[in-house]
């Protein structure tokens, strides 16, 4: 099983329309969650923290279950801007590096 | 600006031969982190640097060399050992320093590798 798990996609949606990830976790332990987002063929960029009450930044929320062990990435009103790879991270507090899931690929069309 | 360098961005290489990947940063960061991408898979850790003179293999450190002689360096080597090198190779810093990962790494624009 892998450690950090996502559904690599794609999801195609249209504009304005509502797409949730979700993405599982397999060490109990783990201390820190974010979700990160690349481009084509860019480098990774930090999209969120998620944090254990759930966070929102504008149209992108995201939620934690620690019981079922896994994190969620919700993007209301989807823009043409947000086509992407989804990166779902994961730091354990033995670690002191991330790891990094494969990614969800987005695509919004026209 | 602050950031990350890194370069060539584009390199090609026979097989048998060793290639250095440069990755520079003027973030005064602490840590530094050599990862692999491959299509469709994740990044994939291969050596990372908590502090100047000091660096600790990742996942995949076979094949791979690094150092650390100065804050702001911190150079990849690919030996001819590595079997599979073509990939696309990412350098990140954070401010580490013994905390904790905050999660936010700030990467370079990457290397791509290929070997003929």
């Known amino acids: 099983r892998k450690e950090v798990e996502q559904d690599p996609g794609p999801f195609n949606v249209p504009e304005g329309a509502t797409v949730a990830f979700n993405c599982t976790y397999s060490?109990?332990?783990?201390?820190?969650f974010f979700w990160y987002r690349q481009d084509c063929r860019k480098e990774p960029k930090l999209l969120m923290s998620?944090?254990?009450s759930g966070n929102e930044d504008g149209r992108f929320t995201a939620q934690l279950n620690r019981a079922s062990q896994y994190i969620s990435l919700l993007i209301r009103d989807s823009k043409l801007s947000d086509s992407a790879t989804y990166l779902c991270?994961?730091?354990?507090?033995?670690?002191?590096?991330?790891?990094f899931g494969s990614g969800t690929q987005l695509t919004v069309l026209p | 600006d602050g950031g990350i360098t890194q370069s060539p961005k584009y390199l090609f290489r026979k097989e048998g031969q060793n290639v250095t990947l440069s990755c520079e940063q003027n973030l005064n960061h602490d840590a530094m982190y050599w990862y692999r991408q491959d299509p469709g898979q994740g990044l994939r850790l291969i050596y990372y640097s908590q502090i100047v003179n000091d660096f600790q293999k990742g996942d995949i450190a076979e094949g791979y060399s690094v150092s650390r002689e100065k804050k702001e360096s911190f150079p990849l080597t690919v030996t001819s050992a590595q079997k599979n090198p073509t990939a696309f190779y990412l350098c990140?810093?954070?401010?580490?320093?013994?905390?904790?990962?905050?999660?936010?790494?700030?990467f370079g624009e990457g290397s791509r590798l290929t070997v003929l």
């Open positions: 991270v994961v730091n354990w507090s033995s670690a002191r590096q991330l790891t």
């Open positions: 998620v944090y254990s």
């Open positions: 990140a810093s954070s401010m580490g320093g013994g905390r904790p990962a905050t999660g936010e790494l700030f």
């Open positions: 060490n109990s332990a783990s201390q820190s």
